[in-house]
């Protein structure tokens, strides 16, 4: 009984992770089909947002901390599900270990959380760089 309560609590974690991550992985998608393959209609709606000053302002302000925060949060909820860290002393040496757990939908929700984190905050350093 408790390993199936153990595998529905990794289940919803997945879930929400997936939830979490979701706003960022569609504005990440929308850009690399518009820019980068000349597809830009899943990127429409932001383009609509543009358009009004006040709805884009807030776009600006929000869409930071939904997109990061969201995908942090699931990178942590689901790289928690999957990733154990042991320290350990041993004569004159610490040891330590990492573990990381065959649970594929945390891994998948852990993996797509961090490469979203990693192209926003690279898309943002290279936007802002003035050479």
Partial sequence: MTHTMEGSTYRRRAVLGGILVAPAAYFVAAAV???????????EPVERLSRDPAAWRLFN?????????GGLAALLLNGLAVAAFELRRE??????????RKRVAN???AALSLACIALLLGYGVVENLRC
């Fill in 107 to 109: 891994l998948w929700v």
């Fill in 33 to 43: 089909l518009k820019y980068g393959l000349g597809f830009p209609y899943a990127f």
């Fill in 61 to 69: 302000w929000i869409s930071p901390v939904v997109f990061l925060g």
């Fill in 91 to 100: 004569p004159e040496t610490l040891a330590a270990t990492i573990l990381v």
